[in-house]
């Protein structure tokens, strides 16, 4: 089992940037594919990137480009830096993990972090 606890979010104008971060506990943190959603209000919550046990990186369109995750296995913890941001992006980032080597689908994540909140002002 894992516990994930975000920190970081805040308040950010559009166009600048922001890192979120994710502490994960454990000992196997190498062994867990990790993620990052979002759920803004009154939408459901999507994907936004996942990193393999290897540190492949994955996107969703709407924020490649802009946010590159990234995993420190030694720190057993997991970044998302977002550059760009846009009043869009404005949502609670949940940090996310299961355990695997490959990321293959956003219903594979079944540990889940209180999410930390992001808001882009205009």
């Known amino acids: 089992q894992v516990q994930l606890v975000e920190s970081g979010g805040g308040l950010v104008q559009a166009g600048g940037s922001l890192r979120v971060s994710c502490a994960a506990s454990g000992r196997t943190f190498g062994s867990y594919v990790m993620g990052w959603f979002r759920q803004a209000p009154g939408k459901e919550r999507e994907f936004v990137a996942a990193i393999s046990s290897g540190a492949r990186p994955y996107y969703a369109d709407s924020v490649k480009g802009r946010f590159t995750i990234s995993r420190d296995n030694a720190k057993n913890a997991t970044y998302l830096q977002m550059n760009s941001l846009k009043s869009e992006d404005t949502a609670v980032y949940y940090c996310?993990?299961?355990?695997?080597?490959?990321?293959?689908?956003?219903?594979?994540?079944?540990?889940w972090g209180q999410g930390t909140q992001v808001t882009v002002s205009s």
């Open positions: 996310a993990a299961y355990r695997g080597s490959y990321y293959y689908t956003a219903r594979s994540f079944d540990y």
